[in-house]
């Protein structure tokens, strides 16, 4: 839904009011930047030697005086307000959104009628002030009781002021969208934290079932437990230094966690074929696909690769339908045994890709073709 809001001014000039968007949704003007500008107005007020000087703000019904310059003779205050469509100077400058110079109110009858008259103003000097993305924030004005004083000297101090306070004004979005990215970032990474502590939880249970075995081998539990802080390690770097807060390169993850696992876990002369799509994954896929891996290779090295003269795997990622991708994992070994079950027999890697691979709406099936053959269809998102 639009939630824009807009103004109705009138303008000199003009038969019909002027329409225009006025900032809505915009963070709050910070106390550090709203004391920059009351010394900007108070200084410029002073080396122009005016009763006033103002920064104004628009809402969709009134102009309100943001910051009023504290000099001798200022009629106006801050957080004096007025509703629009009565012809103020301001109005003039927001609807043409160009700098404005009235030199004497009273040579012009447009001008005789203005609000400020009232006042006693006799000659005005505005600019307006825009946000970045074009919505209308206010002006910077300076307001006289005496005719004809503002020199172009004068015009260029305001120009060079007006770029100072839009400045400030994009800083204050592009600091609110930081702040916005760390936040989604510092929640992207709880919900890795969560996701690691669950995964390691279900590995705590897959350990204790691996001593339940007849043959427990305590160095090889302790450097699957290496292996698979690795590639958590890998997937915080990743995540951590992406623009936003989800894995926008899988294949590029997944091939370095490759390379490392291999090299870990087998040396440097294992073969590696790998064909995965660009998929912009979350934190929650990665985190299995990882350990995923970091099973079947580990399987690969204890079974294949001391029966194999040139080692290889061959790794698969390739989109089947929308969020659903066809993986294959698979080594040239001799493959599973005949009478061989992974649930019958205590297998604590395969039997964590099994899980895992539920996790991610799949069914991991394990079959022989030309070696050890892991495939399933994955739902990534």
Known sequence: MNSRKYA????????????????????????????????????????????????????????????ASRTSGNPYKKDDSDRLGIGMFCETVAGSRKRMIVHDAESEEFWRKNPHSGFGMKSYLGVPIEWSDGELFGTFCMLSDRANIFTSLFVDLMTEFKEIIETDLLNILLGEELNKQLSSKDLELREIHHRVKNNYNMLISLIKL???????????????????????SLLHEKIYSSPDTTLSDLGNYLNELILILAEDIVGSDLKINTEIDQVNIGSEASVSLALILCELISNTAKYAIPQTQVPEITVLLQESEPLHYRFVYRDNGPGYPEDWSVDQHCSLGLTIVK??????????????????????????C
């Open 8 to 67: 109705y001014l009138k303008v000199n000039g003009e038969e019909s009011e002027i329409i225009i968007p006025v900032d809505t949704n915009k963070p709050e003007i910070p106390e550090l930047i709203q004391g920059k500008w009351q010394r900007i107005v108070d200084l410029v007020a002073r080396i122009m030697q005016v009763p006033a000087g103002l920064i104004t703000h628009f809402t969709a019904d009134e102009l309100e005086i943001f910051t």
């Open 210 to 232: 691996k001593g339940s075995c007849d043959e427990v081998d305590v160095e090889e539990i302790l450097a699957d437990i290496e292996r698979r802080i690795r590639a958590m």
């Open 355 to 380: 899980a895992l691979t539920k996790q991610l709406g799949g069914e991991a099936e394990f079959k022989n073709n030309e070696g050890a053959v892991c495939e399933s269809i994955l739902c990534i």
